[in-house]
Every structure is written in C-alpha cells, then in structure tokens.
C-alpha cells in the first residue's frame, strides 16, 4: 500500500514533529526567515496538541485541525508558528520565498522600463502583449 499521510490527532505522546517559526519584518527593512525545530508530543486531547522541545521548559499547544501544517495565529510581532510532521518544511517555504522575491525583483525592474518608455512605445508593448483585462 502507499505511503498514508498521519493526520494530527493520529500522533500519540512521545512521538516527534517539528515547529516552523516564520519571522515576517513588519518593516520590510529585512527578509522573512524560517526556522525549525523538533519538538515532541507532550499531551493530546480532543481539541489540542501539546509539544515541547527538548530543552526547553515551556510547552507550546497548538488547537487540532484535518492536516498540518498547523498555525498557531501569529502573533502581533510578526512571529507565526506551524506545527508540522514535514522535516523539510522550513526549508521548502525559504526556497520558496527567495525565488518569489527574484521573481517581485525582475518584475519591478520590467517596470521601470517600462514607465521609461514614450506614451507611443507602451502604446506598441500592449498592443503585442494583449493583456486580459
């Protein structure tokens, strides 16, 4: 049979997923990071999962929902937590990131192009590009 993906509340006490924290700069001044960690699943019950990293003494509870990764809400600083059985997750959403970023940086520089260009110039791009409305 094929690979069955575990929903959360399939996960018992002991067991190990990973935490990814996504740190957005409010400020835009910095790039949105991510970061992970293994944590293990302290508690579990009908409505939430409780897991804390080793080490660490505080626990984090995340409400249960059909599949991961699951958020935590974020917070008002720009930090938001998922929990997730996907080791690679972090990395996935970084990759993800920088390229979306390359691609926002090569469009805007279209655009300055672009708003260089005479009125009759731009009249010809659209007209070769056809855009949709």
Do not use: C
Request: aromatic share 12%; hydrophobic share 30%.
């Amino acid at each position: 049979m094929g690979n069955v993906k575990k929903k959360p509340r399939d996960y018992k006490v002991g067991d190990k997923l990973y935490v990814v924290t996504e740190n957005i700069d409010l400020f835009g001044n910095e790039d949105t990071t991510y970061r992970e960690e293994e944590v293990s699943v302290i508690k579990i019950n009908t409505n939430s999962i409780y897991v804390k990293s080793v080490g660490r003494s505080r626990e984090e509870k995340f409400k249960l929902r059909g599949s991961f990764p699951i958020s935590d809400g974020g917070s008002m600083l720009g930090f938001t937590e998922y929990l997730t059985d996907n080791p690679d997750l972090a990395d996935k959403w970084r990759k993800q990131y920088q390229h979306n970023k390359e691609v926002n940086w090569k469009l805007n520089e279209l655009f300055k192009k672009v708003k260089e260009l005479s009125i009759k110039d731009k009249e010809y791009f659209l007209a070769k590009n056809k855009l949709e409305d």
